[in-house]
C-alpha cells in the first residue's frame, strides 16, 4: 500500500452517517500512521463553524484544513491561516473595496461576524433579489479592477473571494506542497461548491450516493474514468470508493 492524499467535504460527505464515518477513521488513521497518507477537510465553514461540528462528530485532526470556501488553510492544528496561501490569494483582493461597493445595496444583508474572513466577505441576499442584484454587483466590482468572484448558494448565502480561491486550486496547492501525484489523491463531494474539486484536474473522485442533483448532472455532462459514483452514502460511500482504486483493501 501507497500514501494517498484524501481530501473530502464535510456536511453530506463525510459526515452524514454516524456508524460509516467510525469505519472510515479507522481505515484513514491506521493508513496515516502506517504509510503517511494525508488527510484533508475542505469545507465552506468557518473556523467557529468548523469546531462545532468537529466536537459534535468527533472527527480526526487533519493534516491540513480548508475552510471559509478555500480562502484559508491550516497545517496539524494551528489556528494561523498558511502565509502562502494567503499571498497567492492577496493580488486584486480588498476587503475594504468590496465592503464600500457593496454597502450601497440594502437587498445585502451581512453575515455574523465569525463569517467575515480576512479573504471573505459573506451577505444573506434573497433569492428573489438575487438575479437583479449579483450582475449588477459583479459588473461594479469588476470596473474597481477587483480579482474576486461571487459564489451564490442555496438560495441565500452570497461569499465574495479571491479568483484564485475555491477548493480545488486549495487542494492543488497542498497536492503540490507535499508531492502527491494526481493518480495517489482523492476527492470526494456531495454538491455543487464541491465541483472545483472535481473539474480542476485528474485526481480520483468519489460522489457519493447521497450527492445532490447540481453535482449529479454535471458528473453526466463530463463523465471521466477517473471519478466514481458511490451507491452508499456519505462516508460508506467513501469506502467503497476509495477500495473500488485500491486505496483501501
Ligand atoms: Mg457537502
Known sequence: MKPFLFVTDLDHTLVG????LIELNQHLSEHRQEYGTKIVYATGRSPVL?????????LIQPDALVLSVGTEIYFDGTDVPDADWSEILSPGWSRDSVLSITSKYS???????SEQRSFKVSFFLQQAAAEDILPQ????????????????SSGIDLDIVPLSSDK??????????????????????DSGNDIALFAV???????????RKELLEWHDEYPADHRYLAKDFCAGGI?????YFGFLE
Open 239 to 243: 469506502i467503497e470508493g476509495l477500495k
Open 201 to 211: 484536474g485528474n485526481e480520483r473522485g468519489i460522489i457519493v450516493g447521497n450527492a
Open 107 to 113: 437587498e445585502l444583508i451581512l453575515q455574523p461576524d
Open 168 to 189: 480545488g486550486q486549495a487542494m492543488q496547492f497542498l497536492r503540490q506542497k507535499w508531492k502527491f501525484a494526481a493518480q495517489q489523491t482523492v476527492v470526494c463531494g
Open 137 to 152: 454587483l459583479e459588473a461594479e466590482l469588476l470596473k474597481y479592477k477587483l480579482n474576486i468572484k461571487l459564489i451564490y
Open 17 to 20: 452517517d454516524d456508524q460509516a
Open 50 to 58: 468548523y469546531q462545532e461540528l468537529q466536537v459534535e462528530k468527533n
